[in-house]
């Protein structure tokens, strides 16, 4: 591309704000130029500055709100733009969930090739005081009270008195000064919900209510933080589950403390745990015990070479880390994988990517659904169900 001469570093520019991106800045285009800018809003007029300039497109700062977006609102935290964790509460709630949900649906498109992809569902959440799970960071010296989550554009730390994102629990104990950070250790996790409260800086270990039943957790294991969002798609799993052919087993990969597992191990008669963490699997088998379940603590690229050529599954679930399924996993999905299949996502990108395999492959893409586990970001959760026919592969 042939960069304009006006398009250098510390150049000013004036234009409307289009969408949001992934990552949750403002895009809009100057002089044929498509440039970033953090804060702003679809339907902004701004005035902004070349911050840096990159192959294809620039990054800009905000100078000047022009003409402010009928969907701009004011943040409610004291330091939004400084904190690393919310980038969104200059957005109003309803948008945040348009500009995702078309994210999704367009990521599907431009990286996964779909020409027509599902139309996605969403569900919002309650946008504020929703988050169970905090992590927080010592301020040292550290006296008691010097918490805080890292800084949007270094690695300090921003002190943090309040947090409007925050379980009530959180909030209270954060406000009284109770959260004490582990000997030494100056990163550290707390958990919250309705009478459980939990931190690897004191009780680390207790159990949480979901829907009709108790899981036991860890403070320092990996637990989804969006206790209102989880149900729901464990309800809604649970739903495509009984669609399935319930005489094969099912497989629940990067099954962590086996959450979904707990909640559908009544409609098979087998199920396989697959999770690389040992320590998230050890709670896994107390919250997933029975007759007819294995655990694999084993990556996912492992599991599948210790599989028999013969194994057949009815339904498995995956919900793998930011990188997306693995190399080996998509090539035995495509290969022998179930007749359906429930993919939890926490990046359109790598979702995207592993349909377009899963496609090519002999899926379909039935279905699409947004959870917004994480209100005030730019995170986006969802879970794509993808069906082939039952009398493929010998399933």
């Known amino acids: 591309m042939v960069y304009s001469k006006y398009m250098v570093r510390d150049t000013l520019f004036t234009a409307p704000v289009e969408r949001i991106s992934t990552g949750g800045a403002g895009v809009l285009h100057f002089q044929g130029q498509c440039i970033f800018v953090d804060y702003t809003v679809p339907g902004d007029l701004i005035t902004g500055r070349i911050t840096g300039e990159h192959k294809g497109w620039a990054q800009g700062e905000l100078v000047e709100i022009l003409e402010p977006s009928p969907q701009r609102r004011t943040p409610v935290c004291e330091v939004f733009g400084a904190c690393g964790a919310c980038s969104l509460q200059h957005l109003a709630y309803e948008t945040q969930i348009a500009e995702k949900v078309r994210i999704l649906q367009d990521s599907l498109v431009r990286i996964g090739g779909l020409a027509l992809p599902p139309e996605p569902k969403g569900y919002p959440a309650p946008p504020l005081a929703y988050r169970n799970r905090v992590q927080f960071h010592c301020i040292r010296p550290f006296r008691r009270g010097s918490l805080g989550f890292k800084s949007r554009s270094s690695a300090s730390v921003i002190p943090l008195k309040d947090c409007p994102v925050a379980d009530p629990g959180i909030r209270q104990a954060l406000q009284k000064k109770e959260i004490l950070p582990p000997p030494g250790q100056d990163r550290f996790t707390v958990y919250s919900r309705f009478k459980t409260f ?57 099954c962590g403390v086996g959450t979904f597992a707990a909640f559908l191990q009544d409609l098979f008669p087998r199920m396989d ?68 299949l429930a993919y939890i996502s926490c990046d359109p990108a790598t979702l995207a990517r592993d349909s377009r395999v899963l496609l090519q492959g002999g899926y379909e893409l039935r279905e699409v659904t947004f959870y917004d586990f994480y209100p005030q970001t730019a995170h986006i959760e969802s879970l794509g169900i993808f069906t082939r026919d039952r009398t493929l592969h010998g399933a």
Not at 286 to 299: D, F, M, Q, T
Request: hydrophobic share 40%.
């Open 273 to 340: 745990l697959v999770e690389q963490s040992g320590l998230a699997l050890a709670l896994a088998r107390e919250n997933v015990p029975g007759k007819g379940i294995r655990y694999a603590a084993l990556s996912s690229d492992h599991w599948v070479k210790t599989l028999s050529p013969k194994a057949r599954y009815g339904f498995m679930v995956v919900d793998p880390p930011r990188q997306g399924l693995s190399r080996g996993l998509r090539q035995w999905l495509v290969q022998g994988g179930p007749p359906l």
């Open 198 to 254: 939990l931190s690897e800086g004191g009780l680390c270990r207790g159990r949480v209510s979901l829907l009709d039943r108790e899981l036991l957790l860890d403070a320092g294991v990996f637990f989804q933080s969006n206790g209102i969002m989880l149900e729901i798609l464990i309800q809604d799993l649970r739903r495509y589950a009984q669609e399935a052919d319930a005489s094969l087993p099912m497989a629940d990969l990067y």
